[in-house]
């Protein structure tokens, strides 16, 4: 199965996370920052990144997946392009982004709102593990 990081400052959230898909066969590995997330995805080159919005800062996450997914070939972490990014976050309980433009360009593949079905969050990882096979 696959390599799977997750970068969220909740512990509850990641034994969450991690007990779901290490149920399913993922390696799960995780980061309380985007710092440490970075140091990870170099050191263990992950297949899949999950990522939660607030961390140290309020946009941490965002500021991270920007990092990675660049638009125009200008990321630093060019090697990390194609990483799949799931975001996992709480923020449209927060405040409403729901019909905001900057999600739109917030480069991460699939939104997903805290809480999660543990089903649901495997499905979903496994869609987008698997949607360039299809």
């Known amino acids: 199965m696959a390599k799977i990081l997750i970068v969220d400052d909740d512990p509850d959230i990641v034994l969450s996370v991690r007990l779901s898909l290490e149920s399913a066969g993922h390696q799960v590995i995780e980061a309380p920052n985007a710092s440490l997330g970075l140091e990870l995805l170099k ?3 992950p297949d899949l990144l999950i990522l939660d919005v607030m961390m140290d800062t309020p946009t941490e996450g965002f500021e991270l997946a920007e990092a990675l997914h660049k638009p125009g070939g200008q990321s630093t972490y060019d090697e990390f392009r194609d990483l799949p990014i799931l975001m996992l976050t709480s923020v449209h309980n927060i405040t409403p982004l729901d019909d905001e433009p900057l999600l739109e360009d ?3 593949d699939l ?3 805290k ?3 543990p ?3 495997v499905d979903r990882v496994s869609w987008l593990l698997n949607r360039d096979k299809y």
Request: glycine share 0%; aromatic share 6%; charged share 35%.
């Open 43 to 45: 050191d263990q080159q």
């Open 106 to 108: 917030v480069p991460v």
């Open 111 to 113: 939104f997903v709102d």
């Open 115 to 117: 809480p999660i079905d």
């Open 119 to 121: 089903d649901e969050l």
